[in-house]
Nanobody, 121 residues
Framework: QVQLVESGGGLVQAGGSLRLSCSAS????????MGWYRQAPGKQRDLVAA???????NYADSVKGRFTVSRDNAKNTVYLQMNSLKPEDTAVYYC???????????????WGQGTQVTVSS
């Protein structure tokens, strides 16, 4: 059983910062990419940022220059540093991990339970 547990969400004023963390635990053989998605009320879940096992990053245009994704492979943890937050960043943030639980098992995407980020104007 694999679990992804997020932390670090909360309420912040516009212009402020938050740091999200997501740790994967359980039977894990290897983790490929890890990433963050967000979903605002009435909208679809969209990619915010992702990072490969080698450290290659990918960002949504709306967060480039403000958000930074990083990971600690030894801890199976991915982070999202969010600076210069805007009210439109308000959403539930979900982490995911593309991983396999054994050498000959296929890759599978696991999701965290989500953490609320609210940015007040």
């Amino acid at each position: 059983q694999v679990q992804l547990v997020e932390s670090g969400g909360g309420l912040v004023q516009a212009g402020g910062s938050l740091r999200l963390s997501c740790s994967a635990s359980g039977i894990i053989f290897s983790i490929n990419s890890m990433g963050w998605y967000r979903q605002a009320p009435g909208k679809q879940r969209d990619l915010v940022a992702a990072i490969s096992s080698g450290g290659t990053t990918n960002y949504a245009d709306s967060v480039k220059g403000r958000f930074t994704v990083s990971r600690d492979n030894a801890k199976n943890t991915v982070y999202l540093q969010m600076n210069s937050l805007k009210p439109e960043d308000t959403a539930v943030y979900y982490c995911n991990a593309n991983l396999r639980t054994a050498r000959f098992m296929p890759d599978y995407i696991y999701w965290g339970q989500g953490t609320q980020v609210t940015v007040s104007s």
